[in-house]
Structures are given as structure tokens and as C-alpha cells.
């Protein structure tokens, strides 16, 4: 079992950024994978980003070269830098971990809204 705890989120005007936290207690096994997805209102969850522990990343279409992933082993924490922010990113956020593809787990999940 593994803990998440978001932060970060907020509203912000489009083109702004947002840095995104999340804390993850556990093992260091259960964190092997650690990223983040979102949902839009009316949308399907997305994946957004994620990271595995040897530090390969894959990203959505939608945010590659605005988004960047990044983590703290020692700290059980992955981060998402969020840059030029448009109103399509507005979603909640979700950071999920786990120790496998199969074997994620999610947090409660931060709201974050671009708009002017």
C-alpha cells in the first residue's frame, strides 16, 4: 500500500505555472513508478506524465515541452513543473505510484484551473 499526498494546485491565468508535489509513503519498492495523470469535467482520466526509478519519463501528447517530471528518491516525491498553462489544462490532478504498471496507486487528486 502506498499514501499519496498531493499540493501545488490552485488557479492560475493562462500562459502562468504551476509546480505540483506529491509525498509518498511507503517503500522504496512501491515507488518504482511514480507520475501523474488528470480529469477534466466531462472528460476521461488521462495520463499526464510519468517517471520510473531509472529516470525514464513519457509524457501526453498535449504537454510535451510544457510539462516537466521530476523526483526526489530519497524523498518519496515526484514533482510536475506545469508551464504556459492553457484553459484546456484545467483538470484535477492526480498523482499515482506504484511498483508496477499493474500495481498503482492514486492520491485524492488537486485542482488546478487556467483561467484569466
Known amino acids: 500500500q502506498v499514501q499519496l499526498v498531493e499540493s501545488g494546485g490552485g488557479l492560475v491565468q493562462p500562459g502562468g505555472s504551476l509546480r505540483l508535489s506529491c509525498s509518498a509513503a511507503g517503500s522504496a519498492f512501491s515507488t518504482i513508478i511514480m507520475g501523474w495523470d488528470r480529469q477534466a469535467p466531462g472528460k476521461q482520466r488521462e495520463l499526464v506524465a510519468t517517471m520510473t526509478r531509472d529516470d525514464t519519463t513519457n509524457y501526453a501528447d498535449s504537454v510535451k515541452g510544457r510539462f516537466f517530471i521530476s523526483r526526489d528518491t530519497a524523498k518519496n516525491t515526484v514533482y510536475l513543473q506545469m508551464n504556459s498553462l492553457e484553459p484546456e489544462d484545467t483538470a484535477i490532478y492526480y498523482c499515482?505510484?506504484?511498483?508496477?504498471?499493474?500495481?498503482?496507486?492514486w492520491g485524492q487528486g488537486t485542482q488546478v484551473t487556467v483561467s484569466s
Open positions: 499515482n505510484a506504484g511498483p508496477s504498471w499493474s500495481r498503482l496507486y
